[in-house]
DNA sequence: TGATAATATATCAACATTACTATATTATAG
DNA sequence: CTATAATATAGTAATGTTGATATATTATCA
């Protein structure tokens, strides 16, 4: 028995600090809108509203995702008059998404039609 | 109204198949201890036992944890004998985790005693 | 001031994830 | 075969996440 009993739940009690603070970051990734957020968001800033047309999505779904990143520290907000400006807050994140790209492209090697999306990207900056 | 009506639940409509597939790769990693067990094996592979002591948990915690990150193909499964060892199916997972350590290390970086702890993880290999 | 535009937040139901427990599976040894 | 060891999985209750809707906040303009 090496932990805690009575517990329920979805955090564990050992598992380093830092280690929690790292799955809450991958956790603020883990959501395909955040994911095409951030693919936009590394070409340069957008206001929620540029961002809501690109993704067509409502209103509410577009800031309440942009939340979660900003709660993560991983976007920045800028008010413009009404406007509020979205920013990556550091372009290593591109990298990050740059990499995780290369490790599908990679696991995905011979399967299915998704490699030729993946190249795709690949291919435009 | 830019998504179909009387839906619920978690996952979006639109949101390309691609972004879903990396945002499942990143929820895989969205975890405590999957992070600690990644960190272990980017270092070599293990057998659950090993990561079971090294980890101070229960065995099926270890094997439900395992389990999430073979079912999105981080890792990979060997048996030996009565034992399974665990291996990293790509190197560059190694090379994310580095990255995202370099970005929690910008994004605290004035902030607690998480960076020495993050400073002094770096260091060691 | 009031009206409007852009964004944010509260609430809630559907769904997903998790730790725990108990049990199943698989392989080895006797 | 039976017993045992290592690992996997099923079931369940607690908790977390999400999309939709409604409403609140904030800034601009008339």
């Known amino acids: 028995m090496a932990r805690t009993r009575g517990r329920r739940g979805t955090e564990p009690v050992v598992a380093g600090e830092l280690q929690t603070f790292k799955a809450r970051f991958f956790r603020a990734l883990a959501h395909p809108t955040r994911i095409r957020m951030l693919e936009i ?27 979660v990143l900003r709660n993560q520290g991983i976007v920045s907000a800028q008010k413009k008059g ?33 490699l030729s999306e993946l190249r795709r990207e690949g291919r435009r900056g």
């Not at 409502?58 to 309440?64: A, E, K, L, R, T």
């Not at 990499?99 to 399967?111: E, G, K, V, Y």
Request: charged share 25%.
């Open 41 to 67: 968001l590394v070409r340069g800033g957008r206001t929620v509203q540029e961002l809501q047309e690109a993704l067509m999505l409502d209103q509410p779904i577009v800031s309440q995702q942009l939340a």
């Open 82 to 114: 009404l406007a509020v400006r979205y920013t990556l807050r550091d372009p290593l994140v591109g990298e990050l998404l740059e990499l995780a790209r290369r490790i599908f492209s990679n696991h995905f090697d011979n399967t299915r039609g998704l």
